[in-house]
C-alpha cells in the first residue's frame, strides 16, 4: 500500500506559478500510473493531468495544455506538477493519485482507475 502526502498549495496572482509535489511512502511508485486530479469547491473530481510509470509519456487535460507540466523522481518517490500562467478557474484542491494497472497512461483519466489518493492541497488564484 502506498500512501501519498501533497505540498505547495497556496495562493497565487493570475498569471503566476506554483509546483505542487506528491511524496509517497510505503511502496515505489516506480510500479505506479501517477496523477493529479482537482476539485472546485461544490464540483466534482476533475483529471489534470498522468504520467507513466518511467516518466517518458505524460497525458492532460485540455485545459490545462501547454500550462502545466507533470513529472516524477522515481528514486526520491515523488511526483510533481508544474503549474503556469494559473488563473481564477485553477482554483481548487489538488489531489495526487497512483494506480496499478499495465494500460497506457492514456487511459488514466478517470478517477475510476486510481486506487491510492492523497489528502490535497488547496490552490487558490486571486484575480
Known amino acids: 500500500q502506498v500512501q501519498l502526502v501533497e505540498s505547495g498549495g497556496g495562493l497565487v496572482q493570475a498569471g503566476g506559478s506554483l509546483r505542487l509535489s506528491c511524496a509517497a511512502s510505503?511502496?515505489?511508485?516506480?510500479?505506479?500510473?501517477m496523477g493529479w486530479f482537482r476539485q472546485a469547491s461544490g464540483k466534482g473530481r476533475d483529471f489534470v493531468a498522468a504520467?507513466?510509470?518511467?516518466?517518458?509519456?505524460?497525458k492532460f487535460a485540455d485545459f490545462v495544455k501547454g500550462r502545466f507540466t507533470i513529472s516524477r523522481d522515481n528514486a526520491k518517490n515523488t511526483v510533481y506538477l508544474q503549474m503556469n500562467k494559473l488563473n481564477y478557474t485553477d482554483t481548487a484542491s489538488y489531489y495526487c493519485?497512483?494506480?496499478?494497472?499495465?494500460?497506457?497512461?492514456?487511459?488514466?483519466?478517470?478517477?475510476?482507475?486510481?486506487?491510492?489518493w492523497g489528502q490535497g492541497t488547496q490552490v487558490t488564484v486571486s484575480s
Open positions: 510505503g511502496h515505489p511508485i516506480s510500479t505506479f500510473i
Open positions: 504520467i507513466s510509470r518511467n516518466g517518458v509519456t505524460p
Open positions: 493519485a497512483a494506480a496499478n494497472g499495465f494500460y497506457l497512461v492514456d487511459y488514466y483519466d478517470s478517477e475510476d482507475h486510481y486506487g491510492y
